[in-house]
């Protein structure tokens, strides 16, 4: 394998082991970072809801990311308050099924033309992150947003 070959392999494990945040130790063993997910109405009058995306170690937010659609994530300080970072990182994770029930709540929303409601959601340790439980988990808080800027 040449120089160019192993310099390309070794910059695309090291980008799909970091996602956002560089929480490489957990994607490593194909586990989930600690993730504190908030959603609620948009501040931005063109999108009807926003993400708010944490990155947590322990109790301190390590990165946080907010996004209007499912593509762009806008890094930003975070100002969480210390009680939703202390549940997630001292609490149980949010169930699965719980996470399928505000996708159905969403819709259901979206359809009668009512807000969304704020909701938090902590994802940890949950196994084959990568393999498959990402987007498992993931896709029922985002669905419902665009994919890309202006396709609300």
Known sequence: MGNLAKTAMI???????TGFSGASNAQGRDISPTLLIE????????????????????????????????REFINLPDKSTTDNV?????NRATKFSQIKAFERTEA???????PPEVRSFC????????????DKYLNPIFNGMPYVAGGN
């Open 108 to 114: 259901s929303l979206k359809r009668n033309n009512q």
């Open 11 to 17: 910059a695309g494990l090291l980008i799909g082991m």
């Open 39 to 70: 959603t609620g109405p948009s501040d931005n009058p063109a999108y009807r809801r926003m993400v708010f995306v944490k990155y947590l170690n322990g109790t301190h937010v390590t990165s946080n990311y907010k996004a209007y659609n499912r």
């Open 123 to 134: 994802i940890k340790n949950i196994k084959n992150w990568n393999a498959e439980n990402k």
């Open 86 to 90: 202390r549940a997630c990182a001292n």
